[in-house]
């Protein structure tokens, strides 16, 4: 446990103490944690469990040392400020509630010569999920149908975006809406995929899945290698060129676009003679079908196994024995190569060389799958309580962009329109970030950095504000220092 001065809480009979830095409000007998786990009962006091967490930046060679805190005889030098920048993030600093307090940390520094502040606490998140992007082109389940997990529903399937398919997961309907068991399995399941850690989900419908931030995701227990080039009609696109000359025709299998390459565009753009050979579904503009197939795990996330099944008809006016047609999926995992013989029937034959290099750099072109969970959550009037008195100039100051947002330290997207809706990817977020209380809800980290002036100028709460020299000095023994994230954009304050 982290040796630090009681934050809040109320004695009780028998060295009880009553937390209140949430709505559970648990009697914690001594030695014992609270229902989070976040806070516990050292001997009648009520401490947290976490770490203050600090992240230094490093300068570097040449760049000049921006003074955040003044040489002193009393700084220890556990962390040396004379080489590095400090940033007090909000992880293990505790919440606002019962929301009419000031952030637990309000801290003043000196960024670039400009007076600095940041304020710092723990979100209560009610009124948050996670967007899970699941970069595949594998059918993994109808749009709008339910993501299941511990036979609860915890999401549902949303529209495909390009070479990935998207779940939405959690929100305050699954959290506080459905019966208790729903919510607590829903906020198990965020709290874990925040974490980084896997879990299993399945679609009602579709596939069974392996989720977790930055690994590869697996379907129906087959790891998935490859994020697709494009659909089938990009890379005819992209290729057409590379296949003039080694085949007479392309077919790119794709659930959404498939592309023909003679009909297309670009073959017609290479002269390349038409081959005759129609494929089924619903033909768009020249060399582009929708529809050829039912969405599944095969090729290009359709259900075809066997891609000759996609050839309706071949055209003898057109086709001549000989002919050189190669169908591959949009990833080149799967390919065939065929020649047409005397009756124009496709044979499988042995691919030419440099029609396997085309098919190997459709491959090389695709990268590599990958797992993204973005955390999404709306910043309300109760927390916005501890940074400003006036809560609706603070979000006015972050829509114009005076204030900036960080989870952790990490950049936030802001979405357009009002309240304070933010989204992060939680990869870019320091571990051990995320906890949660029983109500059920999410507790994240957050971090309002502006002006000086500005924050006084905003009502806020100025006469909290701790120089960042002082709070190391108080808290710095207890806290643990990281190394700054390196793809992170240092938080300084809007200009």
């Known amino acids: 446990m982290v040796d630090r001065t009681s934050i809040f809480g109320a004695a009780e009979a028998d060295g009880i103490v009553r937390c ?104 209560i998140f009610s009124y948050c999920g996670l967007k899970a992007k699941i970069d595949t082109d594998r059918h993994l389940g109808p ?154 795990t095969g090729w290009g996330g359709t259900d075809i196994s066997d891609p000759l099944t996609l050839i309706e008809s071949i055209d003898p006016r057109l086709a001549w024995p000989g002919l050189r047609l190669l169908l591959t999926s949009t990833t080149g995992e799967d390919s065939l190569y065929v020649e047409l013989d005397e009756t124009l029937r496709p044979v499988p034959a042995r691919m030419p060389a440099p029609v396997a290099g085309t098919v190997a750099r459709i491959g090389e072109n695709c990268e590599p799958a990958l797992t993204s969970i973005l955390f999404m959550a709306g910043a309300g009037g109760s927390l916005r309580a501890g940074v400003t008195e006036n809560p609706i100039l603070l979000t006015r100051g972050v829509q114009r962009g005076d204030v900036r947002v960080t989870m952790g330290g990490a950049p936030c997207y802001l979405y357009p329109g009002g309240g304070i809706t933010i989204m992060a990817d939680v990869l870019a977020i320091p571990d051990k970030a995320f906890g949660h209380v029983p109500t059920p809800a999410l507790v994240a980290p957050l971090e309002f950095t502006l002006r000086a002036e500005l924050y006084a100028a905003l009502g806020g709460h100025v006469e909290r504000a701790l120089g960042l020299e002082a709070l190391l000095a108080q808290y710095g023994q207890g806290a643990t220092s990281e190394a700054w994230p390196a793809g992170n954009p240092w938080p300084s304050a809007p200009p």
Request: proline share 5%.
């Open 143 to 296: 749009e709008s149908a339910r993501v299941m997990h511990e036979g609860e529903q915890i999401g549902h399937v949303t529209t495909a975006e390009y070479g990935s398919q998207m779940l939405s997961l959690g929100g305050v309907r699954h959290l506080t809406g459905g019966s208790k068991r729903e919510g607590n399995v829903t906020c198990a399941a965020m709290l874990a995929l925040c974490r980084k850690e896997a879990i299993e989900v399945e679609i009602e419908g579709g596939s069974r899945l392996t989720l977790q931030a930055g690994a590869a995701p697996i379907v129906n227990g087959v790891p998935e290698s490859r994020m697709r080039v494009g659909c089938g009609s990009a890379a005819i696109g992209i290729f057409a060129q590379q296949w003039q000359g080694h085949v007479d025709e392309v077919i790119v299998v794709d659930d959404h676009i498939t592309g023909v390459l003679t009909e297309h565009q670009a073959g017609k753009c290479l002269d390349m003679r038409p081959s005759g050979v129609r494929v089924r579904g619903r033909r768009s503009t020249p060399g582009r079908y929708f529809q050829v197939a039912h969405p599944g």
């Open 20 to 123: 209140d830095a949430c709505p559970v409000l648990c009697r914690i007998r001594p030695g014992r944690a609270g229902a989070c786990h976040r806070y516990a009962n050292d001997n009648g006091t009520l401490i947290r469990t976490d770490p203050l967490v600090l992240l230094r930046r490093t300068v570097e060679a040449g760049e000049p040392v921006i003074p955040f805190l003044d040489a002193s005889e009393d700084w220890d030098g556990n962390i040396a400020p004379a080489a590095e920048t400090i940033f007090v993030t909000a992880i293990g600093a505790g919440t606002t509630y019962p929301d009419y307090k000031p952030a637990p940390f309000i801290v003043s520094s000196k960024h670039a010569g400009v007076d600095t502040v940041t304020v710092v606490t723990e979100g």
